[in-house]
């Protein structure tokens, strides 16, 4: 990702959201509290009871940022879960949408603050559809 970008994260718990806005805004980034103008999208599935009602969710914020994030010279997704269930429904959203979405890049990540901040720097010629994991 060149330059500044505008980040909105959604419903990432307190302190992965915190961490995860100090490592973007420490990498020159601008974390948004709304949506206006939209680089980056991070989406926390969290840790879901239901599977279906998660992924409605998960598609349902994607869906509702797409048109800002299309305006984008360098738009990026990161959805991200926090157990098992949560982080198959990030990568399956992240693979359908990336076929879907070309010149967006849309990738899924562990709930790791360093690797969400990671993920949603890769730039325009990086990996789409992807699942990114800590070590």
Request: proline share 5%; no cysteine; charged share 20%.
């Amino acid at each position: 990702m060149g330059g500044v970008a505008a980040v909105l994260i959604t419903g990432a718990d307190e302190a992965l959201a915190r961490e995860t806005s100090r490592l973007l805004t420490s990498a020159g980034h601008t974390v948004v509290a709304a949506a206006g103008d939209l680089d980056v999208l991070i989406i926390d599935a969290g840790a879901p009871r239901e599977f279906e009602s998660a992924l409605a969710e998960v598609v349902r914020v994607l869906q509702e940022h797409l048109p800002l994030l299309e305006r984008s010279a360098a738009p990026t997704v990161v959805i991200t879960g926090h157990d098992e269930v949560a982080e198959a429904i990030a990568n399956l959203v992240a693979v359908q949408y990336a076929r879907s979405f070309p010149r967006l890049r849309i990738n899924a990540a562990g709930p790791d603050a360093a690797l969400i901040a990671a993920t949603a720097q890769v730039g325009p010629d990086g990996p789409s559809g992807a699942y990114f994991e800590s070590e």
